[in-house]
Every structure is written in structure tokens, then in C-alpha cells.
């Protein structure tokens, strides 16, 4: 038997994000299986779970001119 699956992004089941904390560095993670850089500071964490789900422009305030490669 393999590996449970897990639902694919842009699928019928909604995107959950969270914000986990390691140590000195906060990860935004999703229920479809996405997980963000490790950041220092929460509210980037945050930033990037918003523009996973859609939930902000590119360029958010604070943060740079969106995601790498944009």
C-alpha cells in the first residue's frame, strides 16, 4: 500500500493555512500539502499563506516586489 494522498492545489478541498512555529523561525503550511520559507518574523509567515490562497496582491506591504521569480 502507498503513501496516503494528499489534495492536489487548486482542488475541491479548501486551502487551510497555519502558522508553526520552529524555534526562532515561523512556517506557513496548508492543507494541500504547501509549505512556505522558514521566516523570522510571524507576519511574513502570514504573508505568504495569504498569497498562497489568493488572499493578497504580489506585492504585499513589508514584504519585497512578490514571490522570487515573479
Do not use: K
Not at 29 to 36: D, L
Not at 37 to 66: K, Q
Request: charged letters at 20%; hydrophobic letters at 35%.
Amino acid at each position: 500500500m502507498g503513501p496516503p494522498s494528499r489534495p492536489q492545489y487548486g482542488g475541491a478541498v479548501p486551502h487551510q493555512t497555519a502558522v508553526t512555529e520552529r524555534g526562532s523561525f515561523a512556517i506557513a503550511r496548508c492543507s494541500c500539502g504547501w509549505a512556505g520559507p522558514a521566516r523570522r518574523s510571524r507576519d511574513r509567515a502570514r504573508a505568504d499563506a495569504d498569497v498562497h490562497v489568493g488572499g493578497l496582491p504580489l506585492a504585499a506591504p513589508g514584504l519585497p516586489d512578490g514571490p522570487a521569480g515573479a
